[in-house]
């Protein structure tokens, strides 16, 4: 369960983020006042994540999407605090209203590599969700 409804958008890997900073930080003056809207290879939408997980853990995993407000309460109910709360709204608000939906190729273009797709990252880290 989570409030994301049917968006999309191109998650980025820590990884790929940590390259961008290293590229801009070993030589910042032509970067300097620039903005970057950093997204990994391709749009995904929950189900999608939902499927790729399944195939990585070999167990049917299914995305049921809630109502923002009925997530909140549940994390409520879970004991994550107020600000938390706010946070996890404002995002699935976001995501629905596709402020995270898009590609480019500023990592490419900044670092010299593809930024991580989805199904790479979870494969890679596939101990977290088969632990």
């Given at each position: 369960?989570?409030?994301?409804?049917?968006?999309?958008?191109?998650?980025?890997?820590?990884?790929?983020?940590?390259?961008?900073?290293?590229?801009?930080?070993?030589?910042?003056?032509?970067?300097?006042?620039?903005?970057?809207?950093?997204?990994?290879?391709?749009?995904v939408t929950q189900?999608?994540?939902?499927?790729?997980?399944?195939?990585?853990?070999?167990?049917?995993?299914?995305?049921?999407?809630?109502?923002?407000?009925?997530?909140?309460?549940?994390?409520?109910?879970?004991?994550?605090?107020?600000?938390?709360?706010?946070?996890?709204?404002?995002?699935?608000?976001?995501?629905?209203?596709?402020?995270?939906?898009?590609?480019?190729?500023?990592?490419?273009?900044?670092?010299?590599?593809?930024?991580?797709?989805?199904?790479?990252?979870?494969?890679?880290?596939?101990?977290?969700?088969?632990?």
């Amino acid at each position: 369960m989570l409030p994301f409804g049917d968006s999309r958008f191109a998650p980025i890997a820590a990884e790929d983020q940590g390259r961008v900073i290293a590229s801009i930080l070993k030589n910042p003056a032509p970067h300097t006042g620039k903005i970057y809207k950093l997204y990994g290879l391709a749009e995904v939408t929950q189900y999608e994540v939902a499927d790729m997980l399944s195939r990585i853990t070999g167990r049917k995993i299914t995305y049921a999407a809630v109502d923002i407000p009925e997530f909140i309460q549940l994390l409520k109910e879970l004991g994550y605090n107020e600000y938390f709360r706010q946070h996890v709204a404002n995002v699935a608000q976001d995501g629905r209203d596709g402020v995270f939906s898009g590609t480019n190729s500023d990592v490419e273009r900044l670092t010299g590599r593809k930024p991580m797709g989805m199904e790479e990252f979870l494969t890679k880290h596939k101990s977290i969700y088969t632990a």
